[in-house]
């Protein structure tokens, strides 16, 4: 079954870092998009940072440029953000995708989330 699995999430004050980690179990990121998508109380899911699936391309939302980093280790099949200088307006459910073309169908996997707080 495959599966992602995030974590690294928790309470931090504001300008501190944090790193995410998703692991994916039951397949590999080949051919694969990966990003990190977040939720806030009360506002929809927004796409964070991306990793393009043919050119490992990288997009970065204009709110987090400059603070965010997205990485990844294919072969521990593992996706990483790393946050710094985080604000309160960061605060959020992070989760990680993974999600490719199958022919016309839309193959998309989703980790549970990871909740980030950011006190002022």
């Known amino acids: 079954e495959a599966q992602l699995v995030e974590s690294g999430g928790g309470l931090v004050q504001a300008g501190e870092s944090l790193r995410l980690s998703c692991v994916a179990s039951g397949f590999t990121f080949d051919g694969y998009a990966i990003g990190w998508f977040r939720q806030a109380p009360g506002k929809g899911r927004e796409g964070v940072s991306v990793?393009?699936?043919?050119?490992?391309?990288?997009y970065y939302a204009n709110s987090v440029k400059g603070r965010f980093t997205i990485s990844s280790d294919n072969a521990k099949k593992t996706l990483y953000l790393q946050m710094n200088n985080l604000r309160p307006e960061d605060t959020a459910v992070y989760y990680c995708?993974?999600?490719?073309?199958?022919?016309?169908?839309?193959?998309?996997?989703w980790g549970q989330g990871t909740q980030v707080t950011v006190s002022s």
């Open positions: 995708a993974a999600w490719k073309l199958v022919g016309e169908r839309e193959e998309r996997y």
């Open positions: 990793i393009g699936s043919e050119d490992d391309s990288t």
